[in-house]
């Protein structure tokens, strides 16, 4: 049985000052929106970020028989090595849940492998808007459960090339 009310004056409140706070934030904010969706556009900017990344995936497995839910949670972390160079840090954590259409199996869901990415990177974009980053890429066997893992080290190079029009 549930307890839980909900107070409609306090959810109204909620609101108001969710809304007014958005207007000020987004005001605050206006002159440098472009210059900061750039900045989200480029994955080796100097810019501390933390997107989030949804996925449904449908018929997976040996037998198509597994649905599942991926949020990917993506810090990115930019190191200033010098003045010329930036190591970007770029983290993937998966979270999982997954079911199974058929087979009497019980849902699985929990934290997956992490993959850990190192890019060294110009601090300075060319003249010609062209940016870059190159690094090793590693896999590290973090699964929760069994099934939502590969239970294995994995390692590899990274890179990116990323040219930006400014206007």
Do not use: C
Not at 152 to 158: K, R, S, V
């Amino acid at each position: 049985m549930n307890n839980f009310s909900f107070n409609p004056r306090a959810i109204k409140g909620l609101l108001l000052l969710s809304i007014l706070g958005g207007l000020g934030a987004s005001q605050a904010y206006a002159d440098d929106g472009a210059d900061l969706a750039q900045q989200l556009s480029n994955p080796v900017a100097n810019l501390v970020s933390v997107p989030f990344q949804l996925n449904y995936d449908e018929n997976i497995g040996a037998a198509e028989n597994i649905e599942r839910y991926q949020l990917n949670i993506q810090p990115v972390i930019p190191i200033e090595l010098n003045e010329n160079w930036n190591l970007i840090s770029r983290t993937v954590l998966p979270v999982n849940y997954q079911f199974y259409n058929e087979g009497g199996r019980d849902d699985d869901w929990g934290v997956g492998d992490i993959v850990q990415s190192l890019f060294f990177s110009p601090s300075k974009t060319s003249d010609s808007g062209v940016t870059w980053g190159v690094g090793p890429a590693f896999l590290f066997p973090t699964a929760s459960e069994k099934a939502l893992g590969a239970d294995q080290y994995g390692a590899g190079p990274t890179f990116v090339v990323l040219k930006q029009s400014h206007g």
